[in-house]
Nanobody, 124 residues
Framework: QVQLVESGGGLVQAGGSLSLSCAAS????????MAWFRQAPGKEREFVAAIRWSGGSTYYADSVKGRFTISRDNAENTVYLQMKNLKPEDTAVYYC?????????????????WGQGTQVTVSS
């Protein structure tokens, strides 16, 4: 069983920055993929970024590449999403997710565990 707790959302002006955190609890993450997804009102949940816990390989959606950075802290069992140059279209509820596999998928249905979500609002 994996429990995920996000924090760090909020309101920011366009061009600003925010950092999200996802504290994870599990026996071991060595074979897990951690990811961030987001869901705007009226839209489907979409992939943002993912990281392999072992090795740290990272993957990004084209819409956030160069602006967002996903990272992990092994000692703290925490995954981060640093967001820079935020745009109004980044406004959404951001979810942390965990897949118990080393294979990275961008489909939300491939992830077994989810956090409760944290709201990010970017004003123009």
């Amino acid at each position: 069983q994996v429990q995920l707790v996000e924090s760090g959302g909020g309101l920011v002006q366009a061009g600003g920055s925010l950092s999200l955190s996802c504290a994870a609890s599990a026996r071991s993450f060595s074979r897990n993929v951690m990811a961030w997804f987001r869901q705007a009102p009226g839209k489907e949940r979409e992939f943002v970024a993912a990281i392999r816990w072992s090795g740290g390989s990272t993957y990004y959606a084209d819409s956030v590449k160069g602006r967002f950075t996903i990272s992990r802290d092994n000692a703290e069992n925490t995954v981060y999403l640093q967001m820079k140059n935020l745009k109004p279209e980044d406004t959404a509820v951001y979810y942390c997710a965990c897949r118990v596999s080393v294979v990275v998928y961008t489909r939300s249905t491939e992830y077994e565990y989810w956090g409760q979500g944290t709201q990010v609002t970017v004003s123009s």
